[in-house]
């Protein structure tokens, strides 16, 4: 994780990114995936449908379940990265039948170290390890940001090793206060 600069994850797929979250109360035919208040019928099965009627409903289909994919995606993210992370936010695509659905999302966080305290570095780099592999599929984004959070660890445990017996690793406040103007740089988990 290039933690001087945003980094965006990789799709889980071709022309897809991932996410997801794990509230959604459409059926996997439709449904109100936007809250707009549209939520649309559709046929079960094919029977009685024009081709173009089955296409339409197979869409809907597709989106509904990547609808889920990706906001379930993005909620593991979230709640492993606890106080680090912010909100999803997510792309949508609209479907046949006029309901908005999350194709990708992005959960932010923030994988900076902690200023003069190696410990709290160490502490807060496996949290946001666990957060980037906490979706049920992390992608090849979500692996390179644990292994960068990986990276941060082991030089927070390579700080604390070379420290005299008996140092916290937390400096002073005036340390700390010191070092906060250097801006916190973060990493994208996208979905």
Request: proline fraction near 6%; charge should be neutral.
């Amino acid at each position: 994780m290039d933690v001087s600069a945003a980094t965006t994850l990789q799709p889980l797929r071709p022309g897809l990114t991932h996410g997801a979250s794990a509230t959604s109360s459409a059926d996997a035919a439709g449904g109100d995936k936007a809250g707009n208040g549209s939520a649309a019928p559709t046929a079960t099965n094919g029977a009685g449908q024009s081709p173009q009627e089955q296409k339409a409903a197979e869409q809907v289909r597709k989106l509904a379940q990547r609808d889920r994919e990706v906001r379930a995606h993005e909620l593991a993210h979230e709640a492993a990265g606890g106080r680090y992370t912010s909100g999803a936010s997510f792309t949508y695509q609209r479907g046949s039948n006029g309901v908005l659905y999350a194709v990708a999302g992005e959960v932010r966080i923030d994988a900076a170290p902690v200023p003069g305290d190696p410990e709290a570095t160490l502490r807060k780099a496996q949290i946001v390890q666990r957060a980037a592999l906490a979706p049920a599929e992390p992608s090849a984004q979500d692996r390179q940001v644990a292994a960068q959070a990986e990276a941060m660890a082991a030089q927070a445990r390579a700080e604390l090793a070379r420290q005299p017996s008996g140092a916290t690793g937390a400096g002073t406040a005036a340390d700390a206060q010191g070092k906060q103007g250097a801006s916190s740089p973060g990493i994208d988990l996208y979905a």
